[in-house]
């Protein structure tokens, strides 16, 4: 199947020379003299490269993509990479670490996330926009420290660093967002 430029919306996967892409943002242009087009910032899948790409309006196509989402359960890490099972048909699979990325930095034993596979093949992870993560290391909090105060930095359990307020101490668990790495909040006990 193919897609012409008339489809294009944002998060739009499509595939182009035979690698896959998403539509970041797309503007139709139509100039006084010569005919329209299609501007388009397009994210590699495989990657992560953003491209700006120019589409003929009504001749250029492009292919769908053979994309397919599998629910997996992260089970553990080990020095070549992580392992996940899939959650309907129990079979495991393995991504390097080039495929996981700095989304190591969120993956807790039993996490769920969504593989992206290309042609049958895992290319990426995508996370849950929020996770519950322990502080394993912080400077310890000041008394009188208020919400209103600044921040310090927090190691958590998984080595990520994120900023937060001053009256956190270790061994509290924390709501971080995935999308920015920031802190949302603390998880009541």
């Given at each position: 199947?193919?897609?012409?430029?008339?489809?294009?919306?944002?998060?739009?996967?499509?595939?182009?020379?035979?690698?896959?892409?998403?539509?970041?943002?797309?503007?139709?242009?139509?100039?006084?003299?010569?005919s329209?087009?299609v501007?388009?910032?397009?994210?590699?899948?495989?990657?992560?490269?953003?491209?700006?790409?120019?589409?003929?309006?009504?001749?250029?196509?492009?292919?769908?993509?053979?994309?397919?989402?599998?629910?997996?359960?992260?089970?553990y890490?080990?020095?070549?990479?992580?392992n996940?099972?899939?959650?309907?048909?129990?079979?495991?699979?393995?991504?390097?670490?080039?495929?996981?990325?700095?989304?190591?930095?969120?993956?807790?034993?039993?996490?769920?996330?969504?593989?992206?596979?290309?042609?049958?093949?895992?290319?990426?992870?995508?996370?849950?926009?929020?996770?519950?993560?322990?502080?394993?290391?912080?400077?310890?909090?000041?008394?009188?420290?208020?919400?209103?105060?600044?921040?310090k930095?927090?190691?958590?359990?998984?080595?990520?660093?994120?900023?937060?307020?001053?009256?956190?101490?270790?061994?509290?668990?924390?709501?971080?967002?995935?999308?920015?790495?920031?802190?949302v909040?603390?998880?009541?006990?």
């Open positions: 199947m193919k897609y012409q430029t008339t489809d294009f919306r944002n998060g739009l996967k499509i595939e182009i020379e035979g690698k896959p892409y998403i539509v970041v943002s797309f503007q139709h242009v139509n100039p006084g003299k010569g329209a087009f501007k388009a910032r397009i994210k590699n899948l495989e990657t992560g490269q953003v491209l700006e790409r120019t589409f003929k309006s009504g001749v250029d196509t492009v292919d769908k993509p053979d994309l397919e989402e599998r629910e997996m359960e992260f089970t890490s080990d020095m070549d990479g992580y996940f099972m899939d959650m309907d048909s129990y079979e495991s699979i393995h991504l390097n670490h080039d495929y996981v990325g700095d989304s190591k930095y969120y993956l807790q034993e039993g996490i769920r996330v969504t593989v992206l596979y290309f042609n049958s093949r895992p290319i990426s992870i995508d996370l849950p926009n929020f996770v519950e993560l322990k502080v394993k290391e912080t400077d310890p909090g000041l008394k009188g420290d208020t919400a209103q105060g600044g921040t930095k927090a190691i958590m359990e998984t080595d990520l660093q994120v900023s937060v307020p001053l009256f956190i101490n270790e061994n509290e668990v924390l709501k971080i967002d995935t999308r920015n790495g920031e802190y909040e603390r998880v009541k006990s």
